[in-house]
């Protein structure tokens, strides 16, 4: 689904009387835009189905929230069972690789999730996708400060191997130039 469609459902999920709660996850595939500027769109359109069959669920309806960002509506779905739900997801996620036709590279998912719960967490549509996105951002941050602690305690010398591909991989122009 698009995004019109998905906050569409949302709220008719969110109006249903016979549901209690309504969970909503929201994800983020992370370095999205590395994977379309150094293998291209074919490989990143690839990479973006493989994310969206690992977020699909009995129950789950997922759509395409932005760019890079993905929408699960969970009907009935308590804190718990999102929970469950989000550690599925991010074992499949694991489990996922995209093989690049062109050079033959193994392109992993990696993606960030957060919930939110209606109506324990917010009560109007905006106020749980705001709720649901900020926990996205904070999983993020927080990988992102457990992966900086890791590197550092290997060896500094990987820490700066990295700092220097990154900009050169997420640059502008050809794999072959690069």
């Known amino acids: 689904l698009n995004h019109g469609a998905i906050t569409a459902h949302l709220s008719e999920q969110m109006q249903r009387a016979d549901l209690e709660h309504v969970a909503v996850a929201m994800i983020d595939v992370d370095g999205m835009k ?4 150094t293998y291209g769109h074919v490989s ?3 990479v973006l189905r493989t994310v969206s069959a690992a977020l699909a669920g009995e129950g789950v309806v997922v759509g395409r929230y932005g760019g890079d960002e993905f929408l ?6 308590d804190r718990g069972r999102a929970e469950s739900y989000v550690d599925r997801a991010a ?11 062109e050079t033959n590279a193994t392109i992993r998912m990696l993606a960030s999730i957060g919930i939110a719960v209606f109506p324990d967490d917010a009560a ?9 996105d900020s926990a996205m951002y904070t999983a993020k941050k927080r990988r992102a400060l457990q ?3 890791v590197a550092r305690r290997r060896n500094d010398r990987v820490s700066a191997v ?3 591909l ?13």
């Open 147 to 149: 992966s900086g602690v």
């Open 34 to 37: 590395a994977v379309n500027d």
């Open 72 to 77: 699960a509506v969970l009907p009935g779905a």
């Open 44 to 46: 990143g359109d690839a």
């Open 162 to 164: 990295i700092a220097d």
């Open 124 to 132: 109007t549509i905006g106020g749980l996708i705001e709720a649901a």
């Open 91 to 101: 074992s499949a996620l694991r489990e996922s690789t995209v093989t690049d036709e």
């Open 166 to 178: 990154v900009p050169l991989l997420t640059s502008p122009g050809s794999l072959d130039r690069k």
